[in-house]
């Protein structure tokens, strides 16, 4: 009981000690369907829960694990996937009648196809869950024609289509993690499909080797000649802590034939360890999620081997949602080749003790041991130590999402290093590219892979096609691994620090290394562009200077044409979600009591004699500036003719930015995200509104919902500005009403004690004389036509200065406080 309460002590103290890490952002963010990130799939309205993948070793044919159906795509073609064959397995009225009287729902009765392995070079090993009922047969993989008739499927494949499971296929013998009753209460890890001498193996279901385990994965190590299985379960050594989760690394040798006779047809070589994935001053993130192995780089020792596992915390008060730890086969054998726990049956109480070694769990070859060194790996079969990650740290830990599974991937970029790139899932839909770095884990990009989050999902990846299968109850999405193309300048190309991209000078284009045929220019562990592009002409930031200043030379940029008192509102894009933006005014200082600087970047004023005048924004990210827009804020005139709208949009050319159509990438903060905009041909100005540019006059590529008239410069992607907030102005505005009221009630006690003294006061029957002047008198009788005409604000049009187009600020209306 004092155990219990000093781990509640501690639960309280370690929530305070948790730190608000956001973890990385992503640097760009692909919505669905934009142009920027084009994605290819398969979906068709009578085939749904696409969520088990298995890729043909030449790449072409994915095949696909559905309900009622296995299907073999054609993935051949990079721009779309297409049906090639499809098998129907869908169980009979009778079979759906039974699972219906055993209380299940029926829309879990139909066969979800949960496991597709090959078995040999023209077959295919597939079991599903028909209703409640396993079965599992041959395919043929050419003709996707089943070649025998199914049989039972109790122990390789789960009875429920919720229930997690694992299996794979090493010599034609199926190793499966799963359940093997219809209650789901007896977990196993065993052996099927043997021949000849050996038999096939399971857990023995007394021993209670397996507390509830939700099975993750499993991985064949070929050096070791070991099966290493991946589950959480509750962690029964923790006994004061009720259901304690804990994630677990569990291993078999193939050779494993059972005792002869202590543990007959039962595992002798199994073994499990706890994977302990955790940072300073905080409790484990203790449950696994997904896990996949990153084999050692060629010529290096097997043991370098390395598993990177997503986990979340059973607690809130971790400080991030998710984690990503990384351990090492070396370290994992090194765990099972220490000291074991041991059992008492009688208290089923775990204890440390030193004891003398019979026998060595885990190790290969047991079958031949004696019944005293069998009956002793029956009962000693937990490592004492914990499996610790590498570094003894996270990899990575995110406090904004939840992933659900990963892949990863080793990339060798133009230094001859290798970088390691993480594909992680959200469970709202998104798939972050992660490149891991000295300094720490940079997310590339998210793209938005399925609009609605989904309760089964998969990872496929295909390095030598250099795409990434997602799988979903709605369909398989295929997503390239390499987006360069969409860097249009070489500052983009390198800040993006993406180990597939470089920057080819010859063409001037961002290009995927493995294609290259030239040395690039890339900078991953820096993204350096002073650096980088030092061969490339670079004018990455505009400063104010006085001859800029005069009359016939004024800057490039955006003319906004107002009225006094208007409250202006200059948009100031960013370049990237991790860039930050700053504004700039000749030869004067943005004093906080005339300027609001906005979240969005956005600076708002009031339009004063005082503040009209030239404005330059500028985007930094990673030491590099560039320029992103440039205003010239000019006061209303009535004689200032309207200027025709230029054919031809020209962007800022300083910073890289090459005249062309292209995606637009959003920046998106929190759930909302922003649409790409849409196209449109250039029209001319209205002549009713303030502005001199509108949506259509803006180059294609600067067009979208939700931002309109806003003229974006600068290099590189186009990104949507973010929701702005008016707390400041709602502060502002509520100081003015306070004091409005004051003042009224003041005048309002001032005239009924002035009334007062009237009644006791002498009336003249004179009237008061009125003294107003003339000037006076036509100010109240209203504004006055001149030469016929009522005055109008001036309208100014589009021009071109400096070789920049200008225009007006159309973002926003200037609307009068």
């Known amino acids: 009981m004092g155990i219990l309460c000093l781990l509640s002590l501690s639960v309280v103290l370690l929530s305070g000690l948790s730190l608000c890490k956001s973890g990385p952002t992503p640097r760009i963010s692909f919505s669905l369907g934009s142009p920027g990130r084009l994605l290819s799939g398969f979906s068709s309205p009578d085939v749904s829960n696409t969520t088990t993948l298995l890729l043909s070793h030449e790449g072409d044919v994915l095949y696909v694990g559905a309900r009622d159906a296995v299907l073999a795509l054609d993935v051949s073609n990079e721009d779309a996937i297409t049906l090639r064959s499809r098998l129907d397995w869908s169980p009979s009225e009778k079979d759906l009648e039974q699972c219906s009287m055993k209380g299940k729902k029926m829309s879990d009765c139909p066969n979800f196809i949960r496991v597709l392995q090959f078995l040999n070079s023209s077959h295919i090993y597939a079991c599903g869950t028909f209703a409640f009922s396993p079965r599992c047969t041959y395919i043929n993989s050419e003709t996707l024609t089943m070649s025998l008739k199914p049989d039972e499927g109790r122990g390789r494949c789960p009875y429920d289509p919720y229930q997690r499971n694992t299996a794979i296929i090493v010599d034609g013998e199926l190793y499966t993690g799963t359940v093997a009753d219809y209650r789901g209460n007896r977990p196993v890890i ?21 507390e509830d385990p939700t099975f993750i994965s499993s991985t064949f190590i070929p050096d070791e000649e070991k099966i290493y299985f991946f589950f959480s379960e509750v962690g029964r050594e923790y006994d004061f802590i009720d259901k304690f989760i804990v994630s677990r690394v569990s291993q078999i040798c193939m050779s494993d034939v059972g005792g002869q006779r202590t543990l007959q047809r039962r595992w002798t070589t199994f073994a499990k360890a706890q994977l302990l994935c955790q940072a300073d001053n905080e409790l484990p993130y203790n449950v696994i999620q997904d896990i996949d192995t990153l084999p050692p780089v060629e ?17 809130s008060v971790n400080s991030g949602r998710s984690a990503v730890c990384s351990f090492r086969l070396s370290d994992i054998k090194s765990v099972f080749s220490g000291n074991y726990k041991v059992l008492n049956r009688d208290t089923l109480q775990w204890s440390t003790r030193v004891q003398e070694k019979v ?7 047991l079958h031949n041991a004696s019944d005293n060194a069998l009956r002793f790996v029956k009962e000693n079969f937990l490592a004492d130590e914990s499996v610790r990650p590498v570094g003894r740290s996270l990899t990575m830990v995110s406090a904004e999402h939840t992933y659900s599974h990963l892949s990863v991937q080793r990339v060798r970029a133009m230094n001859q290093r290798d970088y390691t790139i993480l594909f992680l899932l959200t469970e709202s839909g998104y798939l972050h590219k992660a490149v891991l770095l000295q300094g720490g884990a940079h997310i590339i990009e998210e793209v938005q892979v399925f609009e609605q989050p989904q309760p089964v999902k998969s990872l496929k990846l295909a390095v030598a096609q250099a795409v990434i299968y997602v799988g979903t109850s709605e369909g398989v999405v295929r997503v390239p691994t390499a987006n360069c193309s969409v860097y249009w300048t070489c500052p983009q190309c390198v800040l993006a620090r993406d180990p597939f991209c470089g920057w080819d000078s010859n063409i001037k284009a961002c290009v995927d290394v493995s294609n290259a045929k030239t040395p690039l220019v890339q900078d991953v562990d820096r993204g350096n562009v002073e650096e980088a592009c030092s061969s490339v002409s670079l004018t990455h930031r505009a ?21 006094l008192n208007e409250v202006v509102r200059l948009q100031c894009p960013p370049s990237s979600r991790l860039s930050r933006q700053q504004w700039e005014r000749p030869n004067s200082r943005l004093s906080p009591d005339l300027y609001l600087h906005l979240e969005d970047g956005s600076l708002s004023f009031v339009a004063t004699p005082t503040t009209l005048g030239h404005y330059l924004c500028l985007s930094e990210e990673n030491g590099f500036q560039q320029t992103v827009a440039i205003y010239h804020v000019k006061q209303k005139s009535s004689n200032t003719p309207p200027a025709p709208p230029s054919s031809h949009p020209v962007t ?11 995606p637009i990438l959003q920046v998106s903060e929190g759930p909302q995200r922003t649409e790409p905009g849409t196209e449109t041909e250039p ?24 931002l309109r008239g806003t003229k974006l410069w600068g290099e590189g992607p186009l990104m949507g500005s973010r929701s702005p907030c008016y707390l400041k102005e709602l502060v502002v505005v509520s100081v003015l009403l306070l004091l409005s009221l004051s003042l009224l009630l003041t005048m309002l006690l001032y005239t009924f004690r002035q009334r007062c003294r009237s009644r006791t006061s002498p009336h003249s029957a004179t009237p008061p004389r009125d003294r107003r002047s003339s000037v ?16 109008h604000s001036g309208q100014a049009g589009g021009l071109v200065c400096n070789g920049a187009l200008t225009g007006s600020n159309g973002h926003l209306p200037n609307t009068p406080i």
């Open 652 to 662: 800022q050319t300083g910073a890289g930015m090459r005249p062309r159509a292209g």
């Open 190 to 210: 065993s052996r099927h499909l043997s021949e000849g001498h050996r038999v096939d193996l399971k857990l023995d279901d007394t021993l209670g080797w397996l």
């Open 683 to 706: 029209t001319a100005p209205s002549t009713d509104a303030p502005s001199t540019q509108t949506d259509s006059d803006l180059p294609p590529w600067t067009q979208e919902s939700g």
């Open 543 to 563: 400063r104010f200077s006085p001859s800029k200043l005069s009359a016939t030379s004024c800057p490039a940029g955006e003319l906004v044409s107002v009225s």
């Open 359 to 365: 026998a060595n769990p885990g190790e290969c070859g």
């Open 776 to 791: 006076e008198h036509e100010a109240l009788r209203g504004p006055s036509k001149r030469n016929g005409k009522a005055p």
């Open 299 to 315: 010529g290096a020792s097997a043991d370098d081997a390395l598993f990177y596992g997503i986990f979340t915390s059973q607690w």
